[in-house]
DNA sequence: CGGTATCCTCATTGATACTG
DNA sequence: CAGTATCAATGAGGATACCG
């Protein structure tokens, strides 16, 4: 029950674009094109799950703002869980829903052609 | 001479991402994550050459300035070819570069991942 | 810890009109 | 046909501070 129809009545992904040729990429990219949820989901990608100043960490650069609304959005999306691990010393953690597990090849494929083609500074790093 | 040393000594494509981890995913997407970049792509993808009106036409929504704003920064990126056909009556025809064509991966995985999880609006499209 | 709220800036996009 | 110029609007993103 899980590939068949995954849409919900309440989603309006698929609104938004249904104009001239629905036209899947820009679809998509609308939901994961944003600044920085490709690099939040790669990183949940590859680390399963992790709390919110951990993520902060890891992403670099974005701000408890970005971080949060980013997470909020993706949890709209239904690409990313939010999971209360504890109430008192509040704890939560973030991990990615099925639907968002199924971006495991797109975010692969993205980053892999960055490697490959804006190649990696590993040799000029340092210059900065 | 096209596929050793992909990365030109005035590219600057490496440069914005190249902070503490790299992140090829986000600089991916900050070439391909323009609002229409990717539909371009997706167009001279499928047609391999294509007029300035007739991308007009194709990607519908866009604007003039917003096509070549577009067209120009996938020059730049050396994504796109533009090669001018007629001086007189003023024809231009633009195609995928190598590089270009090299992101059909990341495209179609992106379009195939929209197809699979937005749902194409075949049947309900007409609601409208 | 895990956010929110506010304010501000500037980049992106768009509409319209004009041109070689 | 294939753009460019200009002006304006919008809103994404950032800095900072505060909160439960």
């Known amino acids: 029950m899980s590939d068949t129809t995954e849409v919900p009545e309440d989603e309006c992904l698929a609104v938004w674009c249904a104009g001239d040729d629905w036209c899947a990429v820009t679809c998509a990219m609308d939901v994961i094109g944003k600044k920085w949820h490709p690099v939040i989901i790669h990183r949940l990608l590859r680390c399963d799950e992790l709390r919110f100043n951990e993520l902060s ?40 829903t099925e639907r968002g597990r199924s971006l495991e090849r797109v975010i692969d494929s993205l980053e892999q052609w960055g490697k490959t083609h804006l190649q990696p500074p590993e040799s000029e790093v340092e210059s900065a």
């Open 57 to 96: 960490d890891e992403v670099d650069g974005i701000t408890n703002k970005m971080l949060s609304q980013s997470l909020d959005d993706l949890e709209e999306k239904e690409l990313v869980d939010r999971t209360i691990v504890s109430e008192k010393p509040v704890a939560v953690e973030y991990s990615l």
